[in-house]
Nanobody, 124 residues
Framework: QVDLVESGGGLVQAGGSLRLSCTSS????????VGWFRQAPGKEREFVAA????????RYADSVKGRFTLSRINAKNTAYLQMNSLKPEDTAVYYC?????????????????WGQGTQVTVST
């Protein structure tokens, strides 16, 4: 069972922007911390960004800090990852995840639910 659905991936030139969305129809986002991860071919899944379930605090990987922004609209049960100034090294499959009553979690194992991923490709 897939609890989360990502959308918004695609092909973009270096320096461009994309906004990824993550929605759930099975549970309320309002009591879940949301995280974004990515996995490039031949590499392990890595942490990108995480939010708090109870306030607007966020945490980012150093590689995306200042370029990516995580946000959420609980009323829409949707979280977003705004990605600006994209680089070819940002190319990966991006996954969103949710963890009940957890905040700013970087460890994938602590998340309860995952999406199937959306491909982001950044060309030179």
């Amino acid at each position: 069972q897939v609890d989360l659905v990502e959308s918004g991936g695609g092909l973009v030139q270096a320096g461009g922007s994309l906004r990824l969305s993550c929605t759930s129809s099975n549970f309320a986002f309002s009591n879940h911390g949301v995280g974004w991860f990515r996995q490039a071919p031949g590499k392990e899944r890595e942490f990108v960004a995480a939010g708090s379930w109870s306030d607007d605090k966020t945490r980012y990987a150093d590689s995306v800090k200042g370029r990516f922004t995580l946000s959420r609209i609980n009323a829409k049960n949707t979280a977003y990852l705004q990605m600006n100034s994209l680089k070819p090294e940002d190319t990966a499959v991006y996954y969103c995840a949710a963890a009940a009553f957890k905040s700013l979690v970087e460890a994938p194992a602590l998340y309860d639910s995952w999406g199937q991923g959306t491909q982001v490709t950044v060309s030179t």
